[in-house]
């Protein structure tokens, strides 16, 4: 399985892939088709801030 690491991170943060497609404004369907396969890491970065802003909440 690719991208275990954020897959991970959004687990760990307690958060669902949804909410945070919703946070990158694209569907669930797209962000899941996004993580079959390695990202590149600047997509993992803006994932990861996404997961940050989301915490703050």
């Not at 945070?20 to 993992?44: D, F, G």
């Not at 803006?46 to 989301?54: G, Q, T």
Request: glycine share 4%; with cysteine; charged share 40%.
């Amino acid at each position: 399985m690719s991208n275990l690491d954020i897959r991970g991170e959004i687990r760990a943060a307690g958060f669902t892939q949804w909410k945070i497609a919703e946070a990158m404004e694209i569907s669930e369907s797209v962000l899941c088709r996004k993580l079959r396969h390695e990202l590149p890491e600047e997509e993992k970065n803006k994932i990861r801030a996404i997961i940050k802003e989301l915490a703050k909440k």
